[in-house]
Antibody, heavy 117, light 110 residues
Framework: QVPLQESGPGLVKPSGTLSLTCAVS?????????LSWVRQPPGRGLEWIAE???????NYSPSLKSRVTISVDKSKNQFSLNLSSVTAADTAVYYC??????????WGKGTTVTVSS | QSALTQPASVSGSPGQSITISCTGT?????????VSWYQQHPGKAPTLMIY???NRPSGVSNRFSGSKSGNTASLTISGLQAEDEADYYC??????????FGTGTRVTVL
């Protein structure tokens, strides 16, 4: 198993930038290979945001691409997600998940982010 | 990228079998054998139940099975149990080198 733990501010102001990290514990980040970010607004379904390889290669959701930046910090064994120009519609539980092949086999517990002034 | 279409709810009695459909397009479900299914209990993170259309991860009950025909994938739960009551989401790789989830299905055990 590759435990994943999301963290970041629980409250972000409208028009600001949401910044989250996903810490990988127990194994080298290189074993994690690809990692995805997924979010779930309250009472709604899952939405894929983006994925990143430990080498830095990325793929983004077409609908969020203009506002999302993801990165990897091997020295800290962690991945990061930045979402700019946030609105109330970005309020959600944000998950990181290991991408193995074309599926997500290990998920973090998620972190709740609320966009509000 | 539009969400894959799933029925909002499916129900069944203990011991029965139910099937959840997941309809997409030739750019996602129909174009790749990379459909996965996730179970999510309230307040919990999703867990992987099926990957690559019809493969079960280690530890997942063989009561769960997956299939695909054209642009529609399906998840079947046989011998329905109370613990199966949860939300289920399908997901597919897409031609945009991205992933799309289904709208989600609430399974109720009567």
């Amino acid at each position: 198993q590759v435990p994943l733990q999301e963290s970041g501010p629980g409250l972000v102001k409208p028009s600001g930038t949401l910044s989250l990290t996903c810490a990988v514990s127990g194994d080298s980040i290189s074993i994690t290979n690809w990692l995805s970010w997924v979010r779930q607004p309250p009472g709604r379904g899952l939405e894929w945001i983006a994925e990143i390889h430990h080498s830095g290669s990325t793929n983004y959701s077409p609908s969020l691409k203009s506002r999302v930046t993801i990165s990897v910090d091997k020295s800290k064994n962690q991945f990061s997600l930045n979402l700019s120009s946030v609105t109330a519609a970005d309020t959600a539980v944000y998950y990181c998940a290991r991408q193995k092949g074309y599926y997500m086999d290990v998920w973090g517990k998620g972190t709740t982010v609320t966009v509000s002034s | 990228q539009s969400a894959l279409t799933q029925p909002a709810s499916v129900s069944g009695s203990p011991g029965q079998s139910i099937t959840i459909s997941c309809t997409g397009t030739s750019s996602d479900v129909g174009g790749y054998n990379f459909v996965s299914w996730y179970q999510q209990h309230p307040g919990k993170a999703p867990t992987l139940m099926i990957y690559d259309v019809n493969n079960r991860p280690s530890g997942v009950s063989n009561r769960f099975s997956g299939s695909k025909s054209g642009n529609t994938a399906s998840l079947t739960i046989s011998g329905l149990q109370a613990e199966d009551e949860a939300d289920y989401y399908c997901s597919s790789y897409t031609s945009s080198r991205s992933y799309v989830f289904g709208t989600g299905t609430r399974v109720t055990v009567l």
